[in-house]
């Protein structure tokens, strides 16, 4: 199996997610099937057929971040060079055609959101930006067309 890289907030929200599923959501769960099976018979119970189907989902959740908090690497940031774009970086950029800043920090897939501006570095951006440097304007092909950005500022 591959290592996933995270930063360490990264990890740490992951870690949270975990804890408050096995904790909260399982104890939430469990009381709705608990009140499910005292309504009587199972086979035409739609509650508890309900709460058995998000009793799955639950677990297989879980088991998703265990796995990849068990396969998870801390980004050092020390010891990633900030003369070119690498994970972990935060990256202002200048839209060439809309004439804007943005900020982004790229991160592994795991912990992409881009409601935070942190994009995945297996995205098309992403990728088009890893091993740049400050200066550069780069043309990235998206499915909406074409973006041209200059990489403004590296830093961590």
């Known amino acids: 199996m591959e290592d996933i890289f995270l930063t360490q907030k990264g990890y740490e929200q992951l870690r949270e997610d975990l804890e408050f599923l096995k904790t909260t ?3 939430e769960i469990s009381q709705a099937l608990a009140k499910a099976r005292a309504m009587g018979d199972l086979s035409e119970n739609a509650e508890y057929d309900a709460a058995k189907e998000a009793q799955g989902h639950l677990e297989k959740r879980i088991a998703e971040l265990e796995d990849k908090l068990s396969r998870a690497r801390i980004i050092e940031n020390e010891n990633i060079p900030t003369d070119k ?7 202002k950029l200048w839209d060439e055609d809309t004439k804007e800043e943005s900020v982004y920090t790229l991160v592994s897939p795991a912990e992409a959101d881009y409601t935070q501006n942190k994009l995945s570095i297996e995205s098309p951006i992403g990728r088009a930006l890893l091993g740049r440097k400050a200066g550069e304007i780069v043309e990235i092909e998206v499915p909406a067309g074409i973006l041209k950005y200059k990489i403004i500022e590296i830093s961590r």
Request: hydrophobic letters at 40%; glycine letters at 10%; proline letters at 0%.
């Open 25 to 27: 959501k399982r104890r």
């Open 85 to 91: 774009v690498y994970i972990g970086a935060c990256i």
